[in-house]
């Protein structure tokens, strides 16, 4: 499974989108626009992204920009899984 597939089945998931957010793709804007997706679940997200996908993110490694779009958040998994 690619990133993207992977960030959005757990934006649907961890966000309880109920499949809504299974149509979210690249450019689907996130923080300020998902109003689901508030400082809690952010740390819910990277809690099961980092139990999900076995990585580590340091609280350095994070800002808004990560969560601007579906596309940004996936590029940092990527990165994260290279």
Request: proline residues 1%; charged residues 25%; hydrophobic residues 45%.
């Amino acid at each position: 499974m690619d990133a993207l597939t992977e960030v959005v089945q757990l934006l649907d998931e961890v966000l309880s989108l109920g499949g809504r957010g299974l149509r979210f793709d690249r450019n689907t804007l996130l923080l300020g626009s998902v109003p689901e997706l508030d400082s809690m679940a952010v740390v819910a997200l990277i809690t099961t992204l980092e139990e999900r996908l076995g990585i580590v993110v340091e609280d350095g490694e994070i800002s808004g920009d990560t969560f601007a779009t579906v596309g940004s958040l996936s590029d940092f998994v990527t990165g994260k899984l290279a």
